[in-house]
């Protein structure tokens, strides 16, 4: 096989190697800078409803929580509950010895933020 590389070649692919660290970098940044301004003031009904709905309702539904050991997350007291046992949040990252929920991996830090900052705010049932 006859392979020929030009100096051209080698610069192009340089430049190519260059701008996508680069534009990878810029992205990363962009994205923290948009955490930070969006990680506040959670409601209730529009971040934490939704998120448990999606990743904890499968098994701890009002109408199926038998493979969630019967406990029910759906409804602002049954999360209360789980937060004054100092459960809900911990057992997002596995805390204190917890099993780790959802069982079958864990939620994105994006949104483990949000149940903590919502906590952090007063977990209010607004
Ligand atoms: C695939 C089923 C399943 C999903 C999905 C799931 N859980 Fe669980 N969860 C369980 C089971 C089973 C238990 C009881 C056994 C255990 O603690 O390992 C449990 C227990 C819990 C407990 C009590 C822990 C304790 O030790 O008292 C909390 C709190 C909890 N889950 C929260 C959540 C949250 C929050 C989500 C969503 C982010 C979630 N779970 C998603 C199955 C699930």
């Known amino acids: 096989m006859n392979l020929k590389i030009s100096k051209n070649n080698i610069i192009q692919i340089f430049v190519l190697i260059l701008v996508s660290a680069l534009s990878s970098c810029s992205s990363d940044s ?3 800078l948009f955490n930070q301004v969006e990680i506040k003031d959670i409601s209730f009904s529009e ?6 709905e999606t990743n904890c309702y499968g098994c701890h539904s009002m109408a199926d929580s038998a493979n969630g050991a019967g406990i029910v997350l759906e409804g602002y007291d049954n999360i209360k509950t789980q ?10 990252t596995g805390a204190n010895g917890l099993s780790l929920m959802p069982p079958f991996g864990q939620l994105s830090e994006t949104q483990i933020q949000i149940v903590e900052q919502w906590i952090t705010e007063g977990a209010q049932n607004n």
């Not at 971040?47 to 448990?52: C, E, R, S, T």
């Not at 937060?83 to 997002?92: G, M, P, Q």
């Open 83 to 92: 937060i004054e046992a100092n459960k809900f949040l911990e057992v997002l």
């Open 47 to 52: 971040q934490i409803v939704p998120l448990v």
């Open 30 to 32: 962009e994205e923290d």
